[in-house]
């Protein structure tokens, strides 16, 4: 068995790969539209893992409320630099719901409300402000 990707819903194509592209870092590995299902599949991966995809699911015309997605769960992602990759998302407009107080996990959601799990490489980081003493907002 080989694990191949995981698979959100998105409503908006151009939000979403904004997010994930510019914000997370992930490049697309390949794209697919359906003219006949009226859907377009987009498969993205970070750099160092590139067999490891994100599916992004765009219904076209689709105005569906797919909810908070906690049914889903999460992604989760290891990162070289917490604090680096939580400043860069919160200045693109992003919330972190969960700072990283201890140096080693982060949360944020992406535009469809997934959650997003930032974990720090090799273990945890010194405690930094304005993530130390940063409270929760939200839901993750």
Same mark, same amino acid.
């Given at each position: 068995?080989?694990y191949?990707h995981s698979?959100v819903?998105v409503r908006?194509?151009?939000?979403s790969?904004?997010?994930?592209?510019?914000g997370l870092?992930l490049?697309?590995? =390949?794209?697919?539209?359906n003219? /006949?299902?009226?859907?377009t599949? &987009? !498969?993205?991966?970070a750099?160092?893992?590139p *067999?490891?995809?994100v599916?992004l699911?765009y219904?076209w015309g689709?105005?569906?409320?797919?909810?908070?997605? =906690?049914?889903?769960?999460?992604? /989760?992602?290891?990162?070289?630099? &917490? !604090?680096?990759i939580c400043?860069?998302?919160? *200045?693109?407009?992003y919330?972190i719901?969960?700072?990283?107080?201890?140096g080693?996990?982060a949360?944020?959601?992406s535009p469809?409300?997934?959650s997003?799990?930032?974990l720090?490489?090799?273990?945890?980081?010194?405690p930094?402000?304005?993530?130390?003493?940063?409270?929760?907002?939200?839901?993750?």
């Open positions: 068995m080989k191949l698979m819903r908006d194509l151009d939000q790969l904004r997010f994930y592209c510019e870092g490049k697309e590995t =390949r794209r697919m539209e003219a /006949a299902g009226k859907f599949l &987009i !498969y993205l991966a750099p160092e893992t *067999d490891a995809e599916e699911t219904n689709s105005e569906e409320d797919y909810g908070s997605a =906690r049914n889903f769960g999460h992604l /989760a992602f290891e990162v070289e630099n &917490i !604090y680096d400043r860069h998302l919160q *200045d693109m407009g919330t719901n969960r700072p990283p107080r201890d080693h996990m949360f944020v959601r469809d409300l997934i997003i799990e930032l720090q490489r090799g273990g945890h980081l010194a930094q402000e304005p993530w130390a003493s940063m409270a929760n907002t939200g839901a993750w």
